[in-house]
């Protein structure tokens, strides 16, 4: 299999990894679990679980850095300037990652995007916010409302664009219309181990899709059993499942 790293710099975030695998086929953007890096994907089975599709010029891999050291995971900051700081990480991956994955897959259908946990926040975050880049997003044990996340402090707009919890239930007129002729949002979640306490997954999936039902954007909500826990081996299964209807 093809394996190509590069590091990409950009102003207000620093050098960030991005590592692609595979040699043809749709873009898959992959965001590491809270605070990860881009070989993350690798180190933990994820490519592995998918290589048939990678090998078989299905499926071209690009996973990437987390920030989130710096902005959600720093707990020291307020949210809404640890939302600030988020922004310039997606600012990151629209303006200079994605153009990367353009030039180096160019004519492709638009890219599909993914992560667990944390990863499943940003997946899902573009999906609903960029779905003219990222038409399906695929979201594995994810928690959606960051103002959870240990929040404290004032919040203002740089939380509300960042929180869909906040964002989607707003949504209304031509920009509701635009998100449901692009966005396919998949949130995928088990019931076992870890998927409620502490990580509140389980719920913040249930409260997710009702939004997205409530707005009538296109989504699906899949819930694994009682032993589908909030880790590595069952992100594998899930990814592997749901992953060939998509390229």
């Known amino acids: 299999m093809e394996r190509v790293q590069v590091e990409l710099d950009t102003e207000g975030v620093g050098r960030g990894t991005v590592i692609r695998y595979g040699h043809w086929g749709r873009p898959l953007v992959v965001f590491p679990s809270e605070a990860g890096r881009a ?10 679980a998918v290589a048939d599709l990678v090998e078989g010029g ?3 891999v690009y996973a990437v850095d987390s920030f989130d050291h710096l902005t959600w995971s720093q707990n020291s900051l307020p949210t809404e300037e640890r939302a600030r700081r988020h922004g310039v990480y997606e600012r990151w991956v ?3 990652v994605m153009p990367l994955v353009d030039r180096d897959s160019p004519g492709h259908a638009g890219a599909i995007t993914t992560g667990a946990s944390m990863g499943a926040y940003h997946a899902v975050n573009l999906g609903l916010k960029r779905p003219d880049l990222f038409p399906v997003a695929i979201g ?8 959870a996340w240990h929040g404290w402090g004032d919040i203002g707009q740089a939380t509300y664009f960042a929180n869909p919890c906040a964002y989607v239930p707003g949504m209304s007129g031509d920009h509701l219309g635009w998100v449901r002729a692009n966005a396919n949002i998949l949130l995928v979640v088990g019931q076992g181990a870890f998927e409620v306490h502490p990580t509140k997954s389980l719920p913040g999936a249930h409260q997710l899709a ?3 039902a409530q707005k009538q954007i296109p989504h699906e909500l899949d819930v694994w059993g009682h032993d589908s826990a909030h880790d590595w081996p069952w992100w594998r299964k899930q990814l592997a499942h749901h992953l060939p209807r998509f390229c």
Do not use: A
């Not at 070989?39 to 592995?48: A, H, I, L, R, S």
């Open 94 to 96: 629209i303006d200079t």
């Open 140 to 147: 594995l044990s994810g928690s959606y409302d960051p103002t």
């Open 58 to 60: 299905r499926l071209k």
């Open 39 to 48: 070989w993350d994907f690798e180190n933990n089975g994820m490519v592995d």
């Open 210 to 212: 009702d939004l997205l």
